[in-house]
């Protein structure tokens, strides 16, 4: 059974860093393409960062860009989030999917497996 499990959402405060995990059973995450998304209240779901299969080329939403890393540990079958910089505005439901193509696609309706997410909440 494919599984994917994110952790390290917390109640932070702006100006402070987390490290979001995904954790994968089930399945190689090194094979499968995968990124992250994050949902807040009342909005729809967005992507905030990918990482390809293969190169491991990344991808960064542009409001993340210079803040959040993403990578990947293949011997834990793991995909990390390094979030930094977190601002009120970052706070959300942050999900992992993963996808068995190449490209890095912003679209959620692309992506094969989902976590159920981790809450990340930033106060001010």
């Known amino acids: 059974q494919v599984q994917l499990v994110e952790s390290g959402g917390a109640l932070v405060q702006a100006g402070d860093s987390l490290r979001l995990s995904c954790a994968g059973s089930?399945?190689?995450?090194?094979?499968?393409?995968v990124a992250w998304f994050r949902q807040a209240p009342g909005k729809e779901r967005e992507f905030v960062a990918g990482?390809?299969?293969?190169?491991?080329?990344?991808r960064y939403a542009d409001f993340v860009k210079g803040r959040f890393t993403i990578s990947r540990d293949s011997a834990k079958n793991t995909v990390y989030l390094q979030t930094n910089s977190l601002k009120p505005e970052d706070t959300a439901v942050y999900s992992c999917?993963?996808?068995?193509?190449?490209?890095?696609?912003?679209?959620?309706?692309?992506?094969?497996?989902w976590g159920r997410g981790t809450q990340v909440t930033v106060s001010s």
């Open positions: 990482i390809s299969r293969g190169a491991s080329i990344t």
């Open positions: 089930g399945l190689t995450l090194s094979t499968y393409t």
């Open positions: 999917a993963a996808a068995t193509f190449t490209i890095i696609t912003t679209t959620p309706l692309s992506y094969h497996y």
